[in-house]
């Protein structure tokens, strides 16, 4: 990890939120790394880099310390392996916390999600705790993908509103914000979930537990360098979650109108 304190380099931070840090995790992104960071740091000057690193066979990791070193503005993260875009994300949130940092944002390395955008998802958190940025309300779109893709994203969104009853229209997107108190109360340690099903997840604890959350409209663009980490395990990973959590919610909703409470909390499979 990168040895450069982040507090002298943060200190003024987002105006309206304070120190915000953005995480991007990495695998095998030597093709993007340099162009994302580049573009986080022209868009917005004011915010932080965390690259988290899964040890990438490509040099990744050797490029954004690289980086690190001309930019007291990022920092690496540089974890033993390959263990999923989840626990990459809890890994950074938790060095946010270390550090002091008052929100965090979720980015892709592969530029699917624009920096240039990022000003929309911050001036939203000044006024709510998780801004979800959005495909699939006015204003949102997405570039580049087959309409097969398409499809089973929009449709794996309705079955996710259908199924938790929650209002949001993109509850699988990765472009998201949130202020750390946020992750505090929906214990984001435990969180065990990967790819979609980690942002599901997120969406669902922020949810369940009250916050202020808002949806701004996103432009989604296929990556043009390197390889999609987005397979088939991944999309039955996140059906499956969101069937149990589902009915774990009716469960606990039937017996609170019933006059009874659950025998133990719920957990999250």
Request: proline residues 5%.
């Amino acid at each position: 990890m990168s040895d450069a304190n982040p507090t002298a380099a943060g200190s003024e931070g987002y105006p309206g939120i304070g120190r915000v840090l953005v995480v991007i995790p990495t695998y095998n992104e030597a093709d993007n790394i340099r162009l994302i960071t580049g573009r986080v740091r022209s868009a917005v000057p004011s915010v932080d880099i965390l690259v988290a690193d899964d040890n990438s066979p490509d040099g990744t990791g050797a490029l954004a310390d690289e980086i690190a070193a001309s930019d007291d503005h990022v920092f690496v993260l540089h974890r033993a392996g390959k263990e999923g875009l989840g626990a990459a994300y809890v890994a950074g949130f938790a060095w946010a916390k270390d550090k002091g940092y008052d929100a965090v944002v979720e980015m892709d390395a592969d530029g699917s999600h624009a920096p240039e955008e990022l000003h929309k998802l911050l001036n939203a958190l000044r006024e709510n705790d998780a801004v979800l940025g959005t495909r699939y309300i006015p204003g949102g779109s997405v570039h580049n993908w087959p309409i097969h893709r398409l499809l089973l994203s929009r449709g794996g969104n309705i079955y996710i509103r259908m199924a938790l009853g929650m209002p949001f229209k993109d509850a699988t997107g990765g472009y998201r914000a949130y202020r750390m108190p946020v992750l505090d109360a929906i214990d984001v340690s435990t969180v065990a979930s990967q790819g979609y099903s980690f942002q599901v997840e997120m969406t669902w604890r922020t949810f369940r537990h009250g916050f202020r959350m808002i949806e701004v409209p996103i432009t989604f663009t296929e990556r043009e360098h390197g390889v999609s980490k987005m397979s088939g395990n991944i999309f039955k990973e996140q059906l499956l979650r969101v069937t149990m959590w589902g009915i774990s919610a009716r469960k606990e909703s039937l017996l609170n109108k019933i006059g009874r409470t659950p025998k133990q909390p719920s957990t999250w499979p």
